[in-house]
């Protein structure tokens, strides 16, 4: 059974810094690794998709990277804005359940002014 | 092009009540996900269906059911209302043949709260 887990659950960092949010997870069969993030009360908005073949993905501020063998996710976010505040969830489909996704518990942000 | 809608926004039921939330997937998209998120928890993943037909499912009691209509609209029903079916029930669509490759679409979701 495929469990996501993320640390750290909550985050606080100055404006302008750069933020790391890990994501763990216990089966590499996966077809690929997403971020979202979400507002307070919203829905998901996916940010970042890795392909099981890919290292990483970069848009704009954000890259992610993704290391297979020893199960880890990274999403960096460079020079943190307070628009970034929101909650970041990582999920994966395993290979064999389909596009089900498993979710982590996310990492809340708070970036300040 | 609208993305994923959901119907209704908030919901508000008692205990041991029915609730039916509805959800229109992402234009071209033909396979809709239910999942359901407790507060300060991800999302759990409730179950997928495709060509009307329930076709995976995690780990929830058969109080839970859905339907899948022919224009792939979908609706999630849960019977028997417990305290701790308050949670925000989010829909994601996908379109079946790029599903692991492409994200999946999420709706704003709907807030059941069961008094």
């Known amino acids: 059974k495929q469990e996501v887990t993320q640390i750290p659950a909550a985050l606080s960092v100055p404006e302008g810094e750069n933020l790391v949010l890990n994501c763990s997870f216990t089966?590499?069969?996966?077809?690929?690794l997403q971020w979202f993030r979400q507002d307070p009360g919203k829905g998901l908005t996916s940010l970042l998709l890795i392909q099981s073949s890919q290292r990483e993905q970069t848009s704009g501020r954000l890259n992610a990277s993704l290391d297979k063998s020893s199960g880890r996710s990274t999403l960096y976010i460079a020079a943190s804005q307070p628009g970034d505040s929101a909650t970041y969830l990582c999920?994966?489909?395993?290979?064999?359940?389909?596009?089900?996704?498993?979710f982590g518990g996310g990492t809340r942000v708070l970036v300040k002014p | 092009d609208a993305g994923v809608t959901q119907s209704p926004t908030h919901l508000i039921k008692t205990r041991g009540q029915q609730v039916t939330l509805r959800c229109s997937p992402k234009?071209?998209?033909?396979?809709v996900s239910w999942y359901q998120q407790a507060l300060g928890q991800g999302p759990q993943f409730i179950f997928q269906?495709?060509?009307?037909?329930?076709?995976q499912r995690g780990n929830f009691p058969d109080r839970f059911s859905g339907h899948q209509f022919p224009n792939y609209s979908s609706e999630l029903n849960v019977n028997a209302l417990l305290l701790g079916d308050s949670a925000l029930y989010l829909c994601?669509?996908?379109?079946?043949?790029?599903?692991?490759?492409?994200?999946?679409?999420f709706g704003p979701g709907t807030r059941l709260l069961v008094l």
């Open positions: 089966d590499s069969a996966i077809y690929n």
């Open positions: 269906y495709y060509e009307e037909e329930e076709r």
């Open positions: 994601a669509s996908s379109y079946i043949l790029a599903s692991n490759q492409e994200t999946q679409y």
């Open positions: 234009s071209g998209h033909d396979t």
């Open positions: 999920a994966g489909p395993h290979l064999t359940a389909g596009n089900k996704l498993t």
